[in-house]
């Protein structure tokens, strides 16, 4: 069991965590609850549904002063009021609101005086009581106060960067998912209170004022010298979360040809946005085509901060990245860094097109549109950049590794009920950046893709400016199933998604050969249900499908069986007895899959012969990584695992040598102990040729898996202390110092070579570093 124990160790270390949840110091300035809330449990976040908000004017006055980081802000709200009423209630955060100029008046002219108000610190509702009974019908609600320009970059917040000149210059920017517009304005901060936003903002003219829609006039502001106010077009219906405001004094604007899209930077980056412009505007054409809608969006700004807390944010025609997801220099930057500005872009590309037009109904629904997203991410990715096999490397890097985290409930389901703040953040965490994207991507081969794609346009028009759920979304796919002549058409999708998006954690699906009369039998465990957690036994609708030696067709990835949680096994007839089978195609299915030993033992045999190549190179890496994870729950010993991956002396395939480097990463511990001296070298064997074959010198043919596979190779093979990759290192390193312009460093071989080449290197190359 102490290997069970490491397991749910490493899953912990693997679970992810997006953005962390600490509370900011700043002063605590809004008003005092009037009230002590009975605590915890009884507590009710959500608004009242007596209100809903239709526009919003907004004008805002930002003092980019230092040691006065404060703004000014002016709203009017156009509410409908559906309920009578005597109170209004909504969100606020370290606002300043005067009262005595709040004033709410109906369309007749009439107005309202407020008699008292209150605010609950926990929850961040104002209450605002009036006088009078409140009738249904439109009103609006004017209101003043003073907020903070906030140094913890959420909300309305303000950043500094020292520019060429050595200045240090001061910008102003925006973050609000999922709850901190209220930090900028009162507003009625959810997901599904939808309006239309007049922002304007007044600023010095040596500042540049983004946000949401195009500038529909700017003036000046005679009474103060160099201000003027920006006012931009009123935006199509969207989540406050999704307003954005930007104040940049010295950037520049790179346009596309077109005009149409902007990235926005610092003088110095401008030469690094070309890989940038070439994504934005190939996922601009392949997501406006794939989702057969015209662009909602009539502009569209990329805005790089030197400080941001995440990767990125896809306000609403505005994204906003942190410098170094945005731009990318290829004598600088490394491949795994080039990866990662191309996803970012076209994960936040994607919000536009479909998280942004439809956006949850509720946080608890998240998934819809980051879980899209990060689909998207790959989906994109892999359309634009061919030849770089993202999709296969999604599934070996991404996929599973969350396979490692995804045990005994260690990490949330996809959906999953929320009600405070912190639960709404945590949230943003592996379950659905990593785990939403495999199942979503299982979906799509359950269903195929024609039937995925139209289900989704069908989703997005029906929903369009408006928010969704789940069950939205399996009713839209649902119908387009419904009509075509798929082979599931009689399934419910509903029924079938549930098992995977609220329930943790995956199915093992065995697959054993009962020897007297040849039927394979298939059963599903939700395996780790015991230890001293009280887990319960989920179980999964399993979509099936297979491949045996004498039809090895890895490329039809449509489920043939179902394997349903009321099943206690299926069995499948008519495979050859001396076949081998493997299940789950090129692992389009989220779930692991174990044999008995005798399976086990044909694939191995057939790994090793040359016939190898004809199992696809996923399925390769899925029996590698399978085998490792039972060995490690004690399913079968270790010398079965290393026959097994023997065959790799022969591989010349990164993908199944990714899940070899998965695999060390896991074990690394392991391997650390001094028993496993021969683990190690048999690992350092089989590696051999795998070096021989990629070298240590990069090529300026290599494609970029290529350049990926050998700062992994290469990194793994001196961690394991292979002799010739560390004289290697040391060699380049000293090459590289006696003649820096002649040997370049490839910022992909730069770690390896400093952390392998210091290690051994002589007098002259330690002193020059
Ligand atoms: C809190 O307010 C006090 C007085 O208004 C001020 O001196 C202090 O700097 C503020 N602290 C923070 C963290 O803003
Ligand atoms: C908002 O209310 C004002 C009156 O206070 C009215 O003039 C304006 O047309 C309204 N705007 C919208 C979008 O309803
Ligand atoms: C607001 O008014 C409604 C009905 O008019 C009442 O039910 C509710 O308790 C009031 N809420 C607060 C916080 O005063
Ligand atoms: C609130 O507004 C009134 C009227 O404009 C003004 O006299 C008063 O100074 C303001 N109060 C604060 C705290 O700004
Ligand atoms: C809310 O206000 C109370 C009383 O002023 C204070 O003790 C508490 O720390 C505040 N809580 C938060 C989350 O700001
Ligand atoms: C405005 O006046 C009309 C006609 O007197 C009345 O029917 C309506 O309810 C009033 N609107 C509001 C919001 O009170
Ligand atoms: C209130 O405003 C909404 C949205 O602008 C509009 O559809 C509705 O007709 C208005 N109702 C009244 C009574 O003016
Ligand atoms: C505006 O820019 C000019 C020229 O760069 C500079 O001299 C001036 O100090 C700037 N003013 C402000 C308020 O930033
Ligand atoms: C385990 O969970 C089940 C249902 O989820 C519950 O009925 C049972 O009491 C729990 N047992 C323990 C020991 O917590
Ligand atoms: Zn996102």
């Not at 903070?148 to 950043?159: A, E, Q, V």
């Not at 943790?504 to 780790?528: A, C, G």
């Amino acid at each position: 069991m102490a290997i069970l124990k490491l397991l749910i160790n490493l899953g912990l270390i693997f679970t992810v965590m997006a953005i962390p949840t600490n509370k900011d110091s700043s002063n605590d300035s809004v008003q005092k609850v009037d009230e002590d809330s009975n605590n915890n449990s009884a507590i009710n976040y959500r608004l009242p549904d007596n209100v809903v908000p239709i526009h919003y004017n907004i004008k805002l006055m930002p003092h980019i002063e230092e040691n006065n980081f404060v703004f000014i802000g002016e709203s009017n709200v156009n509410i409908t009021i559906r309920h009578v009423t005597q109170n209004l209630s909504l969100h606020a955060l370290e606002l300043i609101i005067n009262k005595t100029v709040i004033s709410l008046f109906d369309n007749n002219g009439t107005v309202y005086t407020l008699a008292t108000h209150n605010y609950d610190n926990i929850t961040q509702i104002l209450v605002l009581n009036f006088n009078n009974k409140l009738l249904p019908g439109n009103y609006t609600l004017k209101m003043r106060y003073v907020g903070i320009l906030h140094k913890d970059l959420k909300g309305f917040f303000i950043s500094s960067y020292t520019n060429e000149k050595g200045n240090n210059m001061w910008l102003a920017a925006t973050y609000f998912e999922p709850t901190y517009a209220r930090r900028a304005f009162p507003c009625w901060d959810e997901p599904a209170l939808k309006a239309t936003f007049d922002i304007s903002i007044k600023h010095h003219r040596n500042y540049t004022a983004l946000s949401n829609m195009p500038i529909r006039e700017q003036s000046k502001d005679y009474n103060e010298d160099g201000m003027i106010w920006t006012h931009f077009d009123t935006t199509p219906i969207i989540s406050t979360y999704l307003v954005a405001f930007v104040l940049v004094a010295d950037y520049v604007r790179v346009p596309t040809k077109d005009e149409t899209i902007n990235i926005w930077c610092r003088s110095k980056l401008v030469p690094d946005t070309k890989f940038a412009q070439e994504v934005v505007q190939k996922s601009k054409r392949l997501l406006t085509e794939y989702t057969n809608s015209i662009y909602k969006v009539p502009k569209m700004d990329l805005v790089a901060l030197p400080q941001f807390i995440s990767g990125a944010m896809n306000n609403w025609g505005l994204i906003t990245f942190l410098e170094r997801k945005l731009t990318y220099n290829e004598n600088l930057d490394t491949v795994f860094t080039k990866l990662e500005v191309a996803g970012t872009i076209i994960h936040g590309m994607a919000h536009q097109w479909i998280g942004n037009i439809v956006t949850p109904l509720w946080w608890s629904h998240l998934w819809l549109s980051e879980g899209f997203s990060s689909f998207f991410e790959i989906y994109i990715f892999n359309e634009i950049f061919e030849d770089w096999r993202i999709t296969e490397y999604f599934v070996v890097n991404i996929q599973r590794e969350i396979l490692y985290s995804d045990i005994g409930m260690l990490m949330n389901p996809i959906t999953l009920e929320v009600n405070t703040l912190e639960e709404i953040e945590s949230l943003f965490s592996g379950s659905i950046y990593r785990k939403a994207p495999a199942i979503l991507r299982m979906l799509q081969h359950i269903i195929t893709n024609e039937i995925f794609q139209s289900g989704l346009i069908k989703y997005l028009h029906t929903h369009q400016f408006n928010s969704a759920t789940s069950d939205d979304l399996w009713n839209a796919l649902q119908a387009v199933l419904d009509k075509s002549d798929a082979p599931y058409n009689t399934y419910k999708l509903k029924e079938i998604m549930d098992t995977w998006i609220k329930q943790s954690d995956y199915p093992v699906v065995h697959v054993t050969r009962n020897s007297d009369n040849n039927k394979i039998i298939i059963t599903q465990e939700h395996f780790l249900q015991n230890e001293n957690k009280n887990i319960s036994d989920n179980k999964w609708w399993i979509p099936l499908t297979f491949v045996t030696q004498t039809n090895p067709d890895f490329s039809n990835t449509l489920p043939t069986h179902w394997l349903k949680p009321q099943d206690q096994y299926i069995t499948i007839d008519g495979i050859d007895p001396n076949d081998w089978i493997i299940v789950n195609i090129q692992q389009m299915g989220y779930y692991r899959v174990n044999y008995d030993s005798s399976n086990w033992q044909k694939i191995m045999n057939y790994l090793q012969s040359d016939n190898y190549t004809k199992i696809h190179p996923l399925n390769r890496a899925q029996i590698i990584d399978d085998a490792f994870f039972f060995m490690i729950l004690g399913e079968h010993d270790i010398m079965m695992f290393l026959n097994l991956i023997d065959y790799l002396s022969e591989e010349i395939d990164f993908i199944p040598w990714y899940s070899i480097f998965q695999v060390l990463r896991f074990s690394e511990d392991i391997l650390k102990v001094p028993e496993n001296e021969f683990l190690k070298s048999r690992m350092l064997e089989i590696l051999d040729g795998f070096i021989k074959n990629i070298g240590y010198e990069e090529d300026p043919t290599d494609d970029e898996l290529t350049k990926l596979q050998r700062t992994e190779t290469l990194k793994w093979a001196c961690t394991l202390g292979h002799s010739e990759c560390k004289r290697m290192a040391t060699i380049e390193l000293n090459k590289h110092f006696a003649d820096p312009k002649t040997y370049k460093v490839s910022p992909d071989l730069k770690e390896w070579m400093y952390c392998n080449g210091l290690m051994e290197a002589k007098a002259f190359t330690w002193n020059k570093i």
